[in-house]
Each structure stands twice: as structure tokens, then as C-alpha cells.
């Protein structure tokens, strides 16, 4: 029998999870998250991209005259997505997709989404190199997802839990994605660490040809993690 690949895992445990994953989500987006959604809307503009829309939580959020393109590794989640879309009257293109072939051109968008989906990609390294790929040059990255603490005891029990929900979901609690976001190239402008550094939110611009190498410095240079 094949093996199944990592990607194709992740399709079918988010296809799995799709009838119920609104209902358990909302809990700890209220007490975990909170004003993450609308911290990620509040700062989306222009031609924008959400990586792993999921359920399309994230639509309502998003200011009157975005253009808005998502995309989905799971069916069944894609389409809740694009009922929830119809409902709220929000034109938008979602579309199936993989966050690490995103597939679209070269500095294609003006503002990148990513929320609570790095935590589960099989590559997170490729998907952040992706999205910074299809951004524009001074466009933004925008993240919010779960990350290893900041308090050393609450990170051993993160790893210690994960052990298990890695195996059973492919999702990791102690990833950081920061360092992923400066291994792109991109300059971060904006970090905030909550809930005893569990929870991160990162805005990140993309550098104008010329100007890596300085944003790089700045960043090494310029913000604490």
C-alpha cells in the first residue's frame, strides 16, 4: 500500500474535522485569540491572499473594499468557507489550494493572511517562503497562530502535549513562527506575544529590491522576540 504523504494526511484529518470545527474553535478564539481575527482585518488591505482559510472565519473582519482570494488544502472545509461568503455578501475567490505551491505569481498581492494554520502545515518553512514569494515588494505579511511560550515550564508541557497531537493531527505547540518570517527576508514591523507567550501575532513587510540585506540588519538589530 502507499504511503500517504504528509499533505494528503492533513486533507483528510481537516476534512474530518470540517462538520465540527466551527463549534470547537469558537471557545478558544474567545478566550485564547481574542481580537486576533480583527487585529488581522484591521491591518488587510489592497489585493489580499488568506493562506488556509479554513471555514472563513476570518471574513467578517476584513474592511469594505478588499479584494479577497483564499485558499484551502481541505475540501469540506473550503466549503463551508464559500457558504459562509455567500451569506455575509462578500464576493471573494476561494479556491482549493496548497499552502506550500501556492499557486499564483510572483509578487502577486498586496497583503498575506495566515491564521492558526502554520501550526499544522507539514512545511511551514515552504509555506512562509511561498507567501512572502507571491507578495508584492512592500506588501504586508500578516500571522496569527499558536506558538511555543514564553515560560519555560509552560513550553515543556506544550512539548510534552504535543507528542501526542502531532501524531494524531500533525499539529505542533511549540513552533515559533517569527524566525520563519525573518528567514524569508521579510522585515517585521509589528510583534505581539500573549497568553504567557502562547499566542503570537506578527506583521511583516517585504523589502524592495536592494533593500534585503538592510531589513535583515534591522531585524537582528531591532526587535526583541
Not at 482570494?69 to 479556491?95: C, K
Not at 506578527?202 to 526587535?223: E, F, Y
Amino acid at each position: 500500500m502507499e504511503q500517504e504523504s504528509p499533505t494528503a494526511r492533513q486533507r483528510r484529518l481537516w476534512d474530518s474535522a470540517a462538520p465540527g470545527y466551527d463549534r470547537q474553535i469558537a471557545f478558544f478564539e474567545r478566550v485564547w485569540f481574542g481580537g486576533g481575527r480583527e487585529w488581522i482585518g484591521s491591518r488587510a488591505c489592497g489585493r489580499v491572499l488568506e493562506v488556509a482559510i479554513g471555514t472563513g472565519r476570518s471574513l467578517p473582519h476584513y474592511r469594505a473594499g478588499v479584494r479577497l482570494t483564499g485558499i484551502e488544502l481541505s475540501p469540506a472545509m473550503l466549503a463551508i468557507a464559500v457558504r459562509r461568503a455567500a451569506e455575509l455578501g462578500i464576493d471573494a475567490d476561494l479556491r482549493d489550494g496548497d499552502a506550500e505551491e501556492l499557486p499564483f505569481a510572483d509578487g502577486t498581492f498586496d497583503t498575506v493572511v495566515c491564521v492558526l494554520a502554520l501550526c499544522s502545515i507539514p512545511r511551514p518553512t515552504r509555506a512562509v517562503g511561498e507567501m512572502a514569494r507571491v507578495l508584492k515588494p512592500g506588501g504586508t505579511l500578516l500571522l496569527l497562530d499558536h506558538v511555543g511560550s514564553s515560560w519555560p515550564l509552560l513550553h515543556a508541557v506544550q512539548r510534552l502535549a504535543e507528542r501526542g497531537t502531532i501524531r494524531a493531527a500533525g499539529e505542533h505547540f511549540t513552533r515559533r513562527q517569527r524566525p520563519l518570517v525573518e528567514a524569508a527576508g521579510l522585515r517585521i514591523t509589528e510583534a505581539q506575544r500573549l497568553k504567557a507567550g502562547t499566542v503570537e501575532r506578527i506583521a511583516a513587510v517585504k523589502p524592495a529590491p536592494g533593500q534585503g540585506r538592510v531589513a535583515r540588519s534591522a531585524n537582528a538589530l531591532g526587535h526583541p522576540g
